[in-house]
């Protein structure tokens, strides 16, 4: 060991006889403090070196990056392989069909009379309740295999289903039977939304036996409540492994009100805050899209009104919310096609879309706009973990009336643009024509290619162009 620096420096300060300051006498000689410095001087050559051995590990480490990628790669298919064990290898696609206003008028349920059957007898192919005298299927068969092609479907049921003992009645206030919800769901149709104008038409009690005969013919329903659990429950369904929230709400119910006690729950009112609060429930529920069916507008207006607009601004452009707001709105009510767009979103980010309104999808209003509407198709695409929204395509629906026989006959119809519409009932030359041109007259509000929103391919559904009837 030689000596430190200060005990040399000492030495030389008081001029003393070290002739050799390295022998062992003179080393004996240096005061005790100079000891501990020495030690101190270890202490911090110890550091420089380790200082050192950081600086060739980094170096080393830095060297090593470019493998990094491929020593991970071998890594973490084990661990996701462990932890992960469901995750899909390949791209998951999930279409949704949306239907607009089902709102059975008089003449169309009359329409749907058959003779009445006892319970069970099973001549009537809805034969098994007492009520079993109707039968809407025939009138949805040619739409039918449009609507079972999508991963799940939605129809906007604009009546109560309050049972027979009040009759059935139309406009203004609505009552139809159980079978057309059995129709509809033979159809294709899994969910409804009850949140419109008409659902207390016959009252509270109306509005509970609707959610129970919907339940009975097995159909989700959202919109209306039982109770205050229910209101508080967003309805999020697992499609394929990708789980879509939908919430609905009405902005009118035609001046009904439920009973006081009832009033915070059995209606879901439109309220944005209300609306992104239930988003965000429903996120923590695990949707990954959040689709908001909403009764809105202005009857028989082509275009939105001002209010449509910046309630879909806010419910969709919501970024800074947390719950980042619904994904897609879903509108109802205006009996006539508007407009479909993407609005908002993030650049280059997952598509946020509206369809202001679906138009009719079954009515007795056989004027010009409001004798069709759209069967609007959601495609969803999952990848990993993210879900993402892709596009919303379009199908027109006519509603065809025969009056040759009495009763009158009603048709759902598929209208392929450039293809002929079939129909097991006669179609006049009036209504070629009205088939040809709704097409023609709904491609300035929808056709937007660029954004994702476009005619329906039923290819891309696994239908031929003139499916099975
Ligand atoms: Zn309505």
């Not at 899994?190 to 008409?198: E, Q, R």
Request: charged content about 20%.
């Amino acid at each position: 060991m030689g000596l430190c620096e200060k005990q040399l420096t000492c030495s030389l300060d008081r001029g003393s006889s070290w002739e050799d300051p390295r022998s062992r006498s003179t080393q004996r000689r240096c005061p005790r403090r100079h000891r501990a410095l020495s030690a101190l001087t270890l202490a911090m050559r110890s550091v420089f070196a380790a200082r050192r051995a950081v600086l060739v590990f980094a170096v080393l480490f830095a060297a090593s990056l470019p493998a990094l990628p491929w020593v991970l790669s071998l890594v973490y298919p084990l661990a996701a392989a462990a932890v992960m064990p469901a995750l899909p290898e390949e791209n998951v696609r999930v279409t949704i069909a949306f239907i607009g206003d089902v709102i059975p008028h008089e003449r169309l349920v009359d329409s749907a009379r058959v003779a009445r059957t006892r319970p069970g007898d099973g001549e009537n192919p809805r034969g098994g309740t007492a009520a079993a005298a109707y039968d809407f299927t025939p009138i949805l068969r040619h739409v039918a295999p449009y609507l079972r092609a999508a991963d799940y479907a939605v129809a906007n049921l604009e009546t109560p289903l309050a049972g027979p003992e009040s009759g059935y009645t139309g406009f203004p206030l609505f009552n139809a039977p159980l079978e057309l919800a059995l129709a509809l769901r033979q159809a294709g149709i899994d969910l409804c939304t009850t949140a419109n104008n008409h659902c207390l038409d016959r009252g509270w009690s109306g509005l509970v036996a609707t959610i129970d005969r919907l339940a009975q013919a097995g159909l989700a329903h959202v919109g209306t409540n039982r109770s205050l659990t229910e209101s508080q429950t967003p309805l999020v369904v697992d499609l394929k492994g990708v789980h879509v929230g939908f919430l609905a709400y009405t902005e009118t119910l035609n001046g009904h009100s439920p009973p006081r006690e009832r009033g915070t729950y059995a209606v879901n009112r439109l309220d944005v805050d209300r609306v992104a609060s239930d988003a965000a429930l429903a996120r923590l529920l695990g949707a990954e899209i959040v689709v908001a069916l909403v009764h809105w507008g202005d009857e028989y207006q082509r275009q939105p009104h001002a209010r449509q607009i910046a309630v879909t601004r806010a419910l969709l452009e919501s970024e800074a919310v947390l719950s980042r707001g619904v994904d897609v709105i879903i509108g109802h009510h205006s009996h006539v096609v508007q407009p479909i767009a993407r609005v908002g979103g993030l650049a280059g980010g997952p598509g946020k879309y509206v369809a202001y309104s679906l138009g009719n999808f079954l009515s007795n209003q056989p004027w010009r706009y409001s004798d069709s509407g759209l069967i609007a198709y959601l495609h969803l695409e999952k990848s990993g973990f993210r879900a993402r929204v892709t596009g919303l395509s379009y199908l027109p629906v006519y509603v065809q009336r025969d009056v040759s026989r009495f009763p009158t006959r009603y048709r759902a119809l598929p209208v392929l643009p450039g293809r002929e519409t079939l129909s097991d009932l006669p179609l006049s030359r009036a209504q070629r024509a009205r088939l040809t041109q709704i097409p023609a007259e709904l491609d300035p509000l929808l056709f937007r290619p660029e954004e994702g929103v476009q005619p329906l391919d039923p290819s891309a559904l696994g239908l031929s162009e003139t499916p099975a009837r």
